[in-house]
């Protein structure tokens, strides 16, 4: 008796549930988006958009309750009064792509409002008291519902990220193969390589490229060669200053790279390492070390110290304890650390351009922002060569991606 | 012949605990020696120390009379059994127990032959034989628990150490490899010192068995005579008191149900 009363108050139609959060996600788009109607400087759409918005708090606020087809009755109304101004909205801009998946964002929700609360479960949920067999049927369904609704609105939320992540790629893309440097005209109107082959074909490309590819790798390596023993050290031996060293690798983190700028140069220029790959690679390596240092030493300690115990009876000695059962253990925090130093060796652009002033040293990122200026805004020519630039990027993420996944999860020894 | 002795052994840790104190302990040849205690007692500490994973600050240890007080690990010819295994993840079965055959030096030193006989043979008494290519992380903790066994006795140490190697194992396994770890005693000899907290597995193993609490010896004998005259109150609690109590409880459960039908 209780027992069916109490299922009474937990059966709600799977519908409400879901209108419940999504309404919520509705709002808060629309009030987002109310920004371009702003923009555009459209008064009477903006004020349009500002009525939409209320609306869907009062939908929200509306929504019915067990027995309640008063409220179900204004949820209704207020519903088809959204969709309808929704459908004007629609009308009155231009049918471009993005104007359409803006007005989706009110069209949708209140569409399917009205759907959903003109649907058999929810008029029998709010007009009649249930019986129990009807309950019974009606939580069935929802479980088995659940699952499609909560993966549509997984999806629609990731493909909005996807969209962020890969719209500006699809203009760089389109800028790189389109005629002409200036910006502007439609995704695909026109297609030529004259880009890349300019870019290709000319010296400075492949200088800068050598350059880059020079100065990333040997971070990697000069960074690991000194990473590795540093982070062992600070995971397995008590020293003095160990704790005071660690604080102060954090220390210099804290600044920004611009402080410590002049200091460089004037230290790079007393040691003539102005414009040379090592001068580079140095400075990078200091800058990156901190958080390999921290980053190896962390998976370094996850390893158990029996282990090292273990090969020492079975008649290593240190350095051997180290390089045939700690080093292999550690491949995949090491390749994370060897791509994190090589990255942000990749993309430095503010040492490169200060250490170097001849174009024959100039890195990638450099010589770029200088194709900008002296050939005056070649757009497309830029895009091309950032394409360029991230491809070695994206495959080594791609060679990368097993082992990035392995050290970003570390621990994995156990057992 | 292989003996060991502990003369007068201290260990203090770096933060100044005394984890043992004064401790003579010795272990004949092919003797099964449990050392028993509480936890925190200093078990697995004496057991390092000899191991030479921890250093000595007080007295000597001696391996066959020689002062092993500042030998290397690797070089006091002894096998561990770690608790947690201590397996290395990133190689087969058959590696991990060729490993520490592969790492001998000088006159030690083993031709290829040699040691994939060695591995054969030890994985064939520890019935491995199936899984010399699969990796740790695929095997049960019992067989795991055999690997960490062969790899210990592969390279035929003069004394094999364990510490508490069983407790990871369910009550059924570890009364199994209990057994199995005494049949491999008696039939390789192998002098063995084991620790445990575990009263029952050190009656049934031990030949003789020594008694540890707060890092101080109690009692060091066969185990019966510490169960019949033990020798402070430390014991007679520890050790008499605990099997009594586990005796009476046996009886009592399998009594109920006689009592019942009279
Ligand atoms: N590295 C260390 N530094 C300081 N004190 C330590 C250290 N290792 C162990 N101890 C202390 O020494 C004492 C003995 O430790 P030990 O590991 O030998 O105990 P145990 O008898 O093996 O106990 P258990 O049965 O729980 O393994 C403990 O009180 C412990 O807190
Ligand atoms: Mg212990």
């Not at chain 2, 003069?158 to 770890?181: C, F, G, Y």
Request: glycine content about 6%; aromatic content about 10%; hydrophobic content about 45%.
């Amino acid at each position: 008796m209780t027992n069916s009363d109490d299922m009474r108050w937990w059966y709600v139609p799977l519908e409400i549930v879901m209108l419940r959060r999504w309404l919520v996600a509705a709002f808060i788009m629309n009030v987002l988006l109310l920004a371009v109607d702003y923009l555009r400087a459209e008064s009477d759409l903006l004020l349009l958009g500002i009525i939409s918005c209320l609306l869907f708090a009062a939908l929200r606020a509306s929504l019915p309750n067990v027995n309640d087809t008063l409220r179900r009755d204004i949820s209704l109304v207020l519903s088809a009064a959204l969709l309808g101004i929704a459908v004007y909205r629609l009308l009155r801009t231009d049918p471009t792509i993005f104007n359409i998946w803006i007005h989706c964002w009110s069209l949708l929700p209140s569409g399917l409002t009205l759907f959903w609360l003109s649907g058999r479960p929810v008029t029998v949920w709010t007009s009649r008291k249930l019986s129990d067999s009807a309950i019974e049927y009606g939580l069935m369904r929802n479980a088995n519902l659940s699952k499609i609704y909560h993966a549509t609105s997984t999806h629609i939320t990731l493909l909005h990220f996807v969209a962020i992540t890969v719209i500006p790629l699809i203009w760089i893309i389109d800028i790189a193969f389109s005629e002409g440097n200036a910006l502007g005209g439609q995704i695909g109107d026109s297609f030529t390589t004259e880009h890349f082959s300019k870019i290709l074909n000319g010296d400075s490309f492949w200088t800068w490229f050598r350059n880059s590819l020079i100065v990333s790798i040997g971070t990697a390596l000069l960074g690991l060669f000194i990473a590795i023993p540093a982070g062992y050290a600070f995971s397995r031996y008590k020293f003095t200053g160990r704790d005071a060293s660690m604080f102060s690798f954090l220390l210099v983190q804290m600044f920004p790279g611009i402080i410590i700028l002049v200091p460089y140069f004037m230290v790079m220029k007393t040691l003539g390492l102005l414009n040379s790959h090592l001068g580079l690679i140095l400075a990078y390596c200091v800058t990156a070390l901190p958080l390999c240092v921290w980053m190896l030493k962390g998976f370094f300690d996850t390893i158990p110290r029996e282990l090292e115990e273990a090969a020492a009876l079975d008649g290593c000695n240190q350095f051997q304890v180290f390089t045939k059962v700690v080093l292999p253990l550690s491949t995949p925090a090491i390749a994370v650390t060897a791509l994190f130093s090589f990255l942000a060796a990749w993309n430095e652009y503010l040492l490169a351009l200060t250490f170097n002033t001849s174009n024959d040293m100039y890195t990638l990122p450099v010589g770029l922002a200088s194709l900008i200026s002296s050939t005056g805004q070649a757009w497309g020519d830029f895009a091309a060569a950032s394409l360029l630039v991230s491809l070695p990027v994206a495959l080594l993420f791609l060679f990368f991606q097993k082992f990035l996944i392995d050290g970003l999860s570390a621990g994995g020894v156990k057992g | 012949m292989v003996s060991v002795e502990f003369e007068q052994v201290n260990k203090q840790y770096e933060d100044g605990f005394q984890a043992v104190q004064n401790l003579t302990l010795d272990i004949k040849d092919k003797e099964f020696l449990v050392l028993l205690g509480p936890s925190g007692c200093g078990k697995s500490t004496t057991l390092r120390m000899l191991a030479g994973l921890e250093d000595v600050t007080g007295g000597n240890i001696r391996i066959d009379g020689m002062k092993v007080n500042h030998l290397p690990a690797g070089a006091r010819g002894l096998g561990m059994v770690f608790q947690s295994y201590a397996l290395y993840p990133h190689m087969s079965i058959h590696d991990n127990l060729s490993f520490g055959l592969r790492m001998m030096k000088g006159t030690d030193k083993l031709d290829g032959n040699e040691i994939s006989k060695r591995v054969k043979e030890i994985a064939q008494l520890l019935e491995l034989d199936d899984h010399l290519d699969k990796k740790p992380k695929e095997l049960s903790g019992g067989q795991r628990q055999r690997v960490a066994l062969g790899r210990a006795l592969v390279r035929r140490p003069k004394v094999l150490l364990m510490d508490e190697p069983l407790s990871n194992l369910d009550a059924e396994l570890r009364h199994q490899m209990r057994n199995e770890i005494r049949r491999l005693h008696d039939e390789l000899g192998t002098t063995t010192i084991y620790v445990t907290h575990d009263q029952i597995e050190a009656m049934t193993l031990a030949d003789r068995i020594a008694i540890l609490d707060k890092g101080e010896l109690q009692q060091h004998c066969a185990p019966m005579e510490a169960y019949h005259n033990p020798a402070n109150d430390f014991v007679r609690s520890f050790l008499c008191k605990h099997i009594d109590d586990l005796v009476d409880t046996a009886n009592a459960l399998f009594k109920k149900p006689e009592e019942v039908n009279e």
